[in-house]
C-alpha cells in the first residue's frame, strides 16, 4: 500500500469525515485497511467505507447508487445511514456510510450465503447501468501494479489472461444477464437485528453469468479441502455448480483472480510470495489436487497488532 494509506492517514481522513457528517469519531474501530479503509462507529450507528479517489470515486459512487436501490427493492442487503449526503467528499478522499450492524451470537453460514444469493438472483436489473463480469481485466490491473512479480511469472499470468479473455467475452455474450455480487463468500455476510442475513460489500458488484457467485465456493472446496462447504451452499441454493457447462471457465477465472489478488503484495510479504508461488505453480503444472492456503490464515508480520488483520485480499 502507498504511504498516503496508511492507517494513521486513514484515521485523520476519518476524523475528516465524521465532522463534515456531524458524528463523532470517538470508539471508532478500524474493521479492513485494504483499498477501502473502513471503520465501525457503533457510538452513532454507522460504518465509514473510504476509498482512494480518482480511479476510486466511479466505484464509490457506483455503491451508493446500489445502496440507494437496494432499500427500495428491499433487497438482502446492508443499507445506507440515513440522512447523510453521498459519497462523501474530503480532500483526494471518497466514501461511503451505511448503518452499523451490531456482531449478532450467531454467525453467518455457507447455507445463508446460499439462501441470500439465491434471492439476491431473483432481483430483477438495476435502472441504471453496471460493469459487465471482467475478471480478465481485474487481473491486468492486479499485474500492472505488481513491482515484486517474477518477468516469467507475469509473462505467463499474461498468457493466462489472453486466453481465457475471449472465452469470458463469449460466455457473456450467451449468459443470461444478472446482477451479480462478485465476491459472494460468508465473510461478506452480515446477520442483523431480526435475524436476516445480508449482504455487504458491492465494490465487485457487476452484470454477468449468476453462476459466478457459485464458483468461489465450488473453487474453495477443491484447493482449501473444504468439500463440506461446497455440498452445503448447493443444496441451499439449489444448484451444483461444477455441473454447469460453463463450470471450467468459471473455475480458471476464479483461480486466476485468488492468483493475481496476491501480485501487488508480493514485495511487502514473503508469505504472500511463497503462497502465491505454490498457487502459481499448481496452475502451470496442470496440479487441480494441489492444496493451497488461505492468505488471511498465513503468519502475521511480527508487530502486527493482533486486533487490525492484514491487508485482506479480495480473494481468499
Not at 479492513?32 to 454507522?46: D, K
Not at 444478472?178 to 461478506?188: I, Y
Not at 461446497?230 to 444448484?239: E, H, I
Not at 485468488?258 to 501487488?264: G, L, R
Given at each position: ?28 474501530q478500524l474493521l ?15 460504518v465509514i467505507r ?267
Open positions: 500500500m502507498s504511504g498516503r494509506f496508511t492507517e494513521e492517514t486513514m484515521t485523520a481522513a476519518l476524523r475528516d469525515i465524521a465532522a463534515v457528517i456531524d458524528v463523532s469519531p470517538e470508539g471508532a479492513q485497511l485494504t483499498n477501502n479503509a473502513v471503520f465501525a462507529l457503533p457510538r452513532p450507528g454507522i473510504i476509498a482512494r479517489t480518482h480511479q476510486l470515486l466511479g466505484r464509490v459512487t457506483k455503491v451508493v447508487q446500489l445502496g440507494r436501490w437496494f432499500a427500495e427493492v428491499d433487497a438482502p442487503t446492508i443499507r445506507l445511514a440515513p440522512n447523510v449526503e453521498q459519497p462523501v467528499q474530503v480532500r483526494d478522499l471518497a466514501a461511503s456510510v451505511w448503518t452499523y450492524v451490531p456482531p449478532h451470537p450467531s454467525a453467518p453460514t455457507v447455507e445463508d450465503l446460499g439462501l441470500v444469493l439465491r434471492d439476491f438472483h431473483d432481483l430483477d436489473m438495476p435502472p441504471f447501468g453496471l460493469p459487465t463480469w471482467d475478471p480478465i481485466g481485474d487481473a491486468r490491473r492486479r499485474l500492472i501494479d505488481a513491482d515484486g512479480l517474477d518477468a516469467d511469472d507475469r509473462d505467463f499470468l499474461v498468457r493466462w489472461c489472453d486466453r481465457l479473455e475471449p472465452q469470458v467475452i463469449a460466455l457473456n455474450q450467451r449468459a443470461q444477464a444478472r446482477l451479480v455480487h462478485g465476491d459472494a463468500h460468508v465473510g461478506n455476510l452480515l446477520r442483523d437485528w431480526s435475524g436476516r442475513t445480508v449482504m455487504c460489500d458491492f465494490d465487485a458488484m457487476c452484470v454477468g453469468p449468476w453462476q459466478i457467485d457459485l464458483a468461489a465456493i465450488a473453487v474453495g472446496a477443491t484447493r482449501f479441502g473444504n468439500r463440506e462447504a461446497q455440498s452445503a451452499m448447493a443444496s441451499a441454493y439449489g444448484y451444483e455448480v461444477t455441473s454447469d457447462p460453463a463450470w471450467p471457465l468459471l473455475r480458471e477465472t476464479r483461480e486466476l483472480k485468488m492468483i493475481a489478488a496476491a501480485a501487488p503484495f508480493l514485495a511487502a510479504s514473503t508469505n504472500a510470495a511463497t503462497e502465491f508461488a505454490v498457487r502459481l505453480r499448481s496452475v502451470r503444472e496442470y496440479d487441480q489436487a494441489a492444496r493451497w492456503s488461505p492468505f488471511a490464515a498465513l503468519p502475521r508480520p511480527r508487530g502486527t497488532p493482533e486486533n487490525l488483520p492484514l491487508p485482506r485480499l479480495k480473494a481468499p
